[in-house]
């Protein structure tokens, strides 16, 4: 783990920085919009902007553990196979275009 052989300030920082990124970068989108919608038609936007931020870093942590979990008990050659594959997958999934409901 070379995460853990850094100097302790250097491993806060970057665990820091990486979680402000992500955290940021997941306020968007679809949680946007909604937290717009639900603060506009209840009135009370920091109970909902809470609820989101714990539920993110609640998504975060179990996709961490499940990331580590399966990097330890998954061979690395096999593990590169496996991400390349299913990032093909997702892009393969991604050109597919959406049609519309019922």
Known sequence: ??????PPAAAM???LASFLIVAV????????????VL????????P?????LIATVANHAVAALIGSWLGAAVDGG??????????L???AWA??????GE
């Open 89 to 91: 997958a997702m892009a």
């Open 13 to 15: 920082h970057a665990f």
């Open 48 to 52: 909902i902007l809470c609820g989101i």
């Open 25 to 36: 970068a997941e306020i968007g989108d679809r949680t946007q919009l909604l937290s717009f």
């Open 95 to 100: 050109l597919v275009p959406d049609k519309l």
């Open 1 to 6: 783990m070379a995460f853990l052989a850094q």
């Open 78 to 87: 096999a593990l590169r196979w496996i991400l390349g594959l299913s990032f």
């Open 39 to 46: 603060a506009s038609r209840f009135r009370r936007p920091v």
